[in-house]
């Protein structure tokens, strides 16, 4: 039996908990195979999740049986993952897709780097800035 109004079934686990940790790994997966087709290196896809090397190395896996994400983790996961959005929006092609985060851009923020020089750095900040300027490309397009 559910408990519904805690979420706790009749072993004592909370259901609630066992599903953010199943969209937490799912999330991570998807995170990791976008990074993967933006040949972002390891180090790099690292710094933009904010995770360790072995847990990346286990998502590349699909072994994310017990993985602990954080708050700040899981906002890393969703930045990746509307980028990828908002690329599908904006490209049909696979090439421009996959390969815009490596294109040298010339806009005052990016200053001729890729937008994927500028997410490896890590930087919370540069992530969402990252994110910001690919979203604005699409024009109201939602």
């Known amino acids: 039996m559910l408990d519904v109004a805690h979420g706790i079934d009749?072993?004592?686990v909370d259901?609630?908990?066992a599903d953010n940790k199943a969209a937490a790994a799912t999330g991570l997966k998807a995170a990791v195979r976008i990074?993967?087709?933006?040949?972002?290196?390891g180090e790099q896809g690292e710094a933009i999740l904010r995770v360790s090397h072995s847990t990346y190395a286990r998502a590349r896996r699909n072994d994310l049986s017990a993985i602990k994400l954080d708050?700040?983790?899981?906002a890393r996961i969703s930045y990746v993952l509307n980028i990828h959005a908002t690329l599908r929006l904006l490209f049909e092609?696979?090439?421009n897709l996959y390969g815009f985060v490596n294109m040298p851009n010339h806009t005052p923020f990016f200053n001729g780097r890729t937008p994927l020089a500028i997410?490896?750095?890590g930087e919370f900040a540069a992530l969402y800035e990252t994110f910001k300027r690919?979203?604005?490309?699409r024009?109201?397009?939602w």
């Not at 990074?35 to 290196?41: I, R």
């Not at 708050?71 to 899981?74: I, K, S, T, V």
């Open 15 to 17: 259901k609630h908990s």
């Open 139 to 141: 024009g109201g397009q």
């Open 35 to 41: 990074l993967d087709k933006w040949q972002a290196t």
């Open 134 to 137: 690919i979203d604005s490309l």
């Open 93 to 95: 092609n696979p090439e």
């Open 71 to 74: 708050a700040d983790q899981l």
């Open 10 to 12: 009749k072993h004592g």
């Open 119 to 121: 997410m490896g750095s």
